[in-house]
């Protein structure tokens, strides 16, 4: 059974620092791609980040690229979103999500095309 676990939520001021993480339990990153959501009270669903196993290639939503860097351990199993010089408009819902399979940059931040997800952890900035 596949699991998520999110971790590293909290709350900040403006220009502070935050790095989440999801351990992967029952799944293992032969060929898949992770991604970082997030959702906001009011609003959809959007993609933030996302990692594919084929050439570690990464994609980012304009609303954070410079800002957040995701990354992972294979390892560990555990993917990792580093958020930098944090903004109130980032507060929301962080959600990792798993695809056991590539996906190109054009998809990667969809969140349709995610198999698996895990039960989020909230992430709140203050001004």
């Known amino acids: 059974q596949v699991q998520l676990v999110e971790s590293g939520g909290g709350s900040v001021q403006a220009g502070g620092s935050l790095r989440l993480s999801c351990a992967a339990s029952?799944?293992?990153?032969?060929?898949?791609?992770m991604g970082w959501f997030r959702q906001a009270p009011g609003k959809e669903r959007e993609g933030v980040a996302a990692?594919?196993?084929?050439?570690?290639?990464?994609s980012y939503a304009d609303s954070v690229k410079g800002r957040f860097t995701i990354s992972r351990d294979t390892a560990k199993n555990t993917a990792y979103l580093e958020m930098n010089n944090l903004k109130p408009e980032d507060t929301a819902m962080y959600y990792c999500?798993?695809?056991?399979?590539?996906?190109?940059?054009?998809?990667?931040?969809?969140?349709?095309?995610?198999?698996?997800w895990g039960q989020g952890t909230q992430v709140t900035v203050s001004a």
């Open positions: 029952g799944y293992t990153f032969s060929t898949d791609c």
């Open positions: 999500a798993a695809h056991p399979d590539y996906l190109s940059p054009t998809v990667a931040l969809r969140s349709l095309y995610y198999r698996y």
């Open positions: 990692i594919c196993t084929i050439g570690g290639r990464t």
